[in-house]
Every structure is written in C-alpha cells, then in structure tokens.
C-alpha cells in the first residue's frame, strides 16, 4: 500500500495517439504527477513539452532513472512492448507498470515478463478498457444472474475500417502487430471475462494486405461445459468510423446481444428488452477518447494507493495470451 499523501508520480512511454490520451486523462486525477514522458519522434516531443512543461521530455527511457517514479505507462505498437518493460525491470524505473493490450506479441514473452514482475513486486495492469464499458458491464451482470439459463454458444466480432483502402504489399499493418492482438484480443478478454477459460478448435487467417500481414481471423472455441464460441475479427471493413466489439450469447432461456452501445435481452416468447449506454449512468469525471479509459486510469493509481492487485494483470490476462497463441498455431 502506497502511503504517502504526495502525488503519485507518473512516467509515460509513447506518444502517439494512445499515450497523449492516457497522459492527459492521468493529469485530470487527483493525486497524480505526470512527471516523465518518453518519445522518439523530435516533433512530438516539442508539441508534448507545451502541454507538460514542467515534465521530463526525452527520447531515452533511460532518463526515467533517479526520478523516483510510482508507475510507468507503456503505450507504444505492441511489438515494442517487451523490450520496453524488460528495460523498467532492469533499470529498476517503477515496480508498478500498465501497459496497453496486449502484454506482448508472444504467449512466451508474456510469462517471462509476467515472472519479472512478480519477482519486482508492484500492481501490473494490461489495458484491456472494454471491461469499463457500461454495455458490457450490463451483459456480465445480466449473465452472473443467469437469465438466458443454461449458455449454449455465442458469436463475437470485432470489426474496424482501420486497413480497409490500405494498398496490397502495405508494411503499415505489420507495424501494429496483427489483427487479433490488435483488434482481436478486446472481444477475447470480453469473452473470457464471460465465460471462463476457453479452447480454440479451429482457426483461420487471411493475409489479405502482404504475405505474411494478420489481416483477417475466424476461429472457434469451447469450454469444459461444452459451450461453443465463434470469432470474427478484421480490420478491414468498410464503414466503421471507430471500431465496434460484440458478442451474440445463447442460452436455453434466450439470447442476449450487446455493443457498446447497446445490451438486447430477448427472452424465449418474450419482447426484447433493451439498455442503451446513455441510460447506464456512462458518466465520468473528465471524457477523452470514451469513459473507459477514464474509469481503467482511475482503477489503477486507486489500486497502486491501496495495493490491491487489478483484475486484468500481466498474470491473470495470460489466458489472453495463450488463447492468441494456440489461434496463430492452429491456423498454420
């Protein structure tokens, strides 16, 4: 438990989109000093140093040391991810560190990095935000009730415009890792969060932007209790302003569909029933970029203060890993 009334102080890796949203949602939350942030670009650098001129600017990591630091945030492509926290552990910069989904792109990196940071003590946390959505937190109270009875399959996508006109032979995707850790693992940490443990049966890639890019993904799954799953995950179609997650979930009661926006229960022989997310109370204390990422910030320096491990860390999202794993292995 952390006890000293003095602000938490903050170091933030990568500026681009991710890490200017995360570093100005932490500097609208009470107790926390963004005091260190790290970029390579010179140019983002100087636009960075106008907003928090009294932080610590640098292109080196390295720089983080001697600054005392409660927590470093990792925002960077995924395929940075594990040199990156390797280098906090070593250099000893922070104990407590978060770090956008997903952990690594690797099911083996992700358990080295996950024994480093239990041998360095501190609240680890990955960035699965979707578990703060009011839809989704509808779905999962409605499921912990059992109103569909018995589960018997679900569908999820995850779908976004992201690459949808990138030219054939683009490396603009490769840089971001693949669809399913990029895109993919959300509606995965979602299902997982509803349903337990899964296992993939079947699963398929589709390289549509370069021979060796992760473009498109279907796979399924099952549980222990026999329950049938089916993804699809692509970030390439068309018309999707932002990306959109869902799940369809069956039951021997019904079915219950849910978004971010909306949660349908439509029991058997009954009307749908519907919550939208502008009746869910979806209010927080300062919006950027959507409520969930205020509520993810504010659940971290709150465990940090009170040393209660996050429900979403590098330890307990290993499924995560695994479950992205045996999709690349099985779709070989």
Known sequence: MTTNSSPLKIGVVGLGKMGIMHACLLNTL???????????SRLIRTIAKRS????????????FAGLDLDAVYVLTPIPAHYPIIKRIYAKKLAKNVFVEKTLTSSYSQSVE????????????MVGYMKRFGAAFNQAKLLLEKQVLGELESFEAYAFSSDFADVPEGSSLSKARGGVIEDLGSHVVDLAVWFFGDLSVTS????????????DDVSFNVTDK?????HFDVSWRKSNYRMPEFGLSIHGTNGTLDVNDDEVKLTLNGSQPKRWYRHDMDDNVGFLLGGPEYYRENQYFIRSIISGEPVKSSFKTTLSIDYLLEQVRRLSR
């Open 30 to 40: 009470p107790n926390v000093n963004v005091c260190a942030l790290c970029d390579k």
């Open 52 to 63: 928090f001129s009294d932080a610590l600017v640098t292109d080196s990591l390295d720089r």
């Open 113 to 124: 990095l996950c024994t480093l940071s239990e041998s360095h003590g501190g609240i680890t």
């Open 203 to 214: 699963a398929k890639f589709n390289s549509q932007i370069s021979p060796d890019s992760e």
């Open 225 to 229: 209790t026999g329950l049938l799953g």
